[in-house]
């Protein structure tokens, strides 16, 4: 499998990505995107030695690098645009296991670089070597304070916050970050896996993952808290868990960051993909929003949120995606927003759990089949020409999706994998069965 995937370059260290990877695919973005660079790493224990060599890769194209340190995501996205920066890159592997690491790319004012928008040209350019030449400056600066000062100015907070959270960073960058950041609003911070390790000895950085908020349910119980926050290894995604312990569906997250931000800004325009249930359209419209549909993965909704001027975005991945960050999914905001929605409404999350449209789905990326890779696209091509001779409603921004009077199934190609992933869902329980019958029937004819 390439190291070339939809939204960043990734793989395992050392057999598919290392230091001389590390190198050359500076010398590649240098070229891609000259000039002045912000570069981050996160905590993987191969973070330092590739972002040295990553760096020197810049340096030798004439670039000037900005080393901004151990950081998030979020925090590299900010910089980019905080520094008037050309670019900017950070080493990283997000939420994969431990022997994984790669490197995001961004554009000037921090927004994603896709396949289609430029790694597909950073992969030319590093392929065929044809790299730009120079002598580079290298600055170090940090600008945590900075972004906390920003982050906490975009909050609204009236009152002082009386709450109590727990913090799972799952021993990733976000356990020397966010607390602090918290604690500056007078919240009360219980720490749990809060030590940098890139190890990651007590569960792997995917808040998504069964059985990686376990710790944090019983911690959220034990301490008497009223909420808890999990974190991904870069700090991009974000999982809740309520004051009785429970998981909170990422879909009532969402519905409540929509309704904090419509509030401000009534009538404004809410991306969400097209995997996501109805049940966020029915809240948008509820709220007097504008739902605006996209195709799934960050770096389109990004760009669909700053082409829409919309308030907010969110999939069911737990990205949220804010105006107030020029389209930065960024997981602290998130959390610094859902504290501000409760503080304003004197709620507890399971109020809003209780509010939220609930339908029968299996809206996940767990349906995943393995497909021949040849036929993966022809496969999904056919499956329109089917659908469209047998009268369905269809909508083709992301693979193919059916929608019924009575629900949707969705049909996707992995762009990066011999993969076809598939969701649906139903507003009855007849429904459900029909569709998952339907599903099932288009789910034996794949081409394996």
């Given at each position: 499998?390439?190291i070339?995937?939809?939204?960043?370059?990734r793989?395992i260290?050392?057999?598919e990505l290392?230091?001389g990877?590390?190198?050359?695919m500076?010398?590649?973005?240098g070229t891609?995107?000259?000039?002045?660079i912000?570069?981050?790493?996160d905590?993987?224990?191969?973070g330092p030695s590739?972002?040295k060599?990553?760096?020197?890769?810049?340096?030798a194209?004439?670039a000037t690098?900005?080393?901004?340190?151990?950081v998030?995501?979020?925090?590299t996205?900010?910089?980019t645009?905080?520094?008037k920066?050309?670019?900017g890159v950070?080493v990283s592997?997000?939420?994969?296991?431990k022997e994984?690491?790669?490197f995001?790319?961004?554009?000037?004012?921090g927004?994603?670089v896709?396949?289609e928008?430029?790694?597909?040209?950073i992969e030319k350019?590093?392929?065929?070597?044809?790299f730009?030449e120079?002598n580079g400056?290298?600055?170090?600066?940090?600008?945590?304070?900075?972004y906390?000062?920003?982050?906490?100015?975009k909050?609204?907070?009236?009152?002082p916050?009386?709450?109590?959270?727990?913090?799972?960073?799952?021993n990733?960058?976000?356990?020397?970050?966010?607390?602090?950041?918290?604690r500056?609003?007078g919240?009360?911070?219980?720490e749990?896996f809060c030590?940098?390790?890139g190890?990651f000895?007590?569960h792997?950085?995917?808040?998504?993952?069964?059985g990686?908020?376990?710790?944090?349910?019983?911690?959220?119980l034990?301490?008497?808290?009223?909420l808890g926050?999990a974190f991904?290894?870069?700090?991009?995604?974000?999982?809740?868990?309520?004051?009785?312990?429970k998981?909170?569906y990422v879909?009532v997250?969402?519905?409540?960051?929509?309704?904090?931000?419509?509030?401000?800004?009534?009538?404004?325009?809410?991306?969400?993909?097209?995997?996501?249930s109805?049940?966020i359209?029915?809240?948008?419209?509820?709220?007097?929003?504008?739902p605006?549909?996209?195709r799934?993965?960050?770096?389109?909704?990004?760009?669909?949120?700053?082409?829409e001027?919309?308030?907010?975005?969110?999939e069911?991945?737990?990205?949220?995606?804010?105006?107030d960050?020029?389209g930065?999914?960024d997981?602290?905001?998130?959390c610094?927003k859902?504290?501000?929605?409760l503080?304003?409404s004197?709620?507890?999350?399971?109020?809003?759990?209780?509010?939220?449209?609930?339908?029968?789905?299996?809206v996940?990326?767990a349906?995943?089949f393995?497909?021949?890779a040849?036929?993966k696209f022809p496969f999904i091509?056919e499956l329109k020409k089917?659908?469209?001779?047998?009268?369905?409603?269809?909508v083709?921004?992301?693979?193919v999706k059916?929608?019924?009077d009575?629900g949707w199934?969705?049909?996707?190609?992995?762009?990066?994998?011999p993969?076809?992933?598939?969701?649906?869902?139903a507003?009855n329980?007849?429904?459900f069965?029909r569709?998952?019958?339907f599903?099932e029937?288009?789910?034996a004819?794949?081409?394996?």
């Amino acid at each position: 499998m390439s190291i070339f995937r939809a939204y960043d370059v990734r793989g395992i260290y050392p057999t598919e990505l290392n230091e001389g990877v590390a190198l050359k695919m500076g010398k590649a973005f240098g070229t891609f995107s000259p000039g002045k660079i912000v570069v981050g790493n996160d905590l993987r224990l191969s973070g330092p030695s590739l972002k040295k060599e990553l760096i020197r890769g810049l340096l030798a194209t004439g670039a000037t690098v900005i080393d901004i340190g151990m950081v998030t995501s979020p925090i590299t996205m900010f910089a980019t645009r905080h520094l008037k920066c050309d670019g900017g890159v950070i080493v990283s592997a997000s939420h994969n296991p431990k022997e994984y690491n790669g490197f995001k790319f961004y554009y000037k004012d921090g927004i994603p670089v896709s396949y289609e928008s430029g790694i597909n040209k950073i992969e030319k350019i590093f392929k065929d070597k044809n790299f730009s030449e120079g002598n580079g400056k290298l600055i170090k600066k940090d600008v945590i304070e900075d972004y906390s000062n920003f982050l906490l100015n975009k909050i609204n907070l009236k009152k002082p916050v009386r709450l109590k959270i727990v913090v799972d960073a799952g021993n990733g960058t976000t356990g020397t970050i966010y607390p602090k950041i918290l604690r500056k609003l007078g919240i009360d911070v219980v720490e749990l896996f809060c030590e940098p390790d890139g190890n990651f000895p007590n569960h792997e950085p995917n808040p998504f993952k069964p059985g990686t908020l376990v710790e944090l349910q019983k911690k959220v119980l034990e301490t008497n808290a009223d909420l808890g926050f999990a974190f991904d290894g870069d700090g991009d995604r974000m999982a809740v868990v309520n004051e009785k312990g429970k998981v909170v569906y990422v879909g009532v997250v969402f519905s409540m960051l929509i309704d904090n931000e419509l509030k401000k800004e009534p009538g404004s325009k809410v991306v969400y993909t097209v995997m996501d249930s109805k049940a966020i359209d029915d809240v948008i419209r509820s709220k007097g929003g504008v739902p605006i549909v996209c195709r799934i993965g960050h770096t389109y909704i990004t760009e669909k949120l700053i082409e829409e001027n919309a308030v907010i975005a969110g999939e069911i991945s737990g990205h949220y995606y804010f105006k107030d960050t020029n389209g930065a999914d960024d997981a602290l905001f998130a959390c610094l927003k859902l504290i501000e929605s409760l503080v304003t409404s004197g709620k507890k999350i399971s109020d809003y759990e209780k509010e939220f449209p609930k339908y029968l789905s299996e809206v996940s990326e767990a349906l995943r089949f393995p497909v021949k890779a040849s036929e993966k696209f022809p496969f999904i091509e056919e499956l329109k020409k089917e659908f469209i001779k047998n009268g369905y409603k269809i909508v083709t921004i992301d693979g193919v999706k059916v929608v019924f009077d009575d629900g949707w199934a969705l049909f996707r190609p992995s762009n990066t994998e011999p993969i076809i992933s598939m969701s649906y869902e139903a507003y009855n329980e007849n429904a459900f069965k029909r569709i998952k019958k339907f599903v099932e029937e288009i789910i034996a004819r794949i081409p394996r």
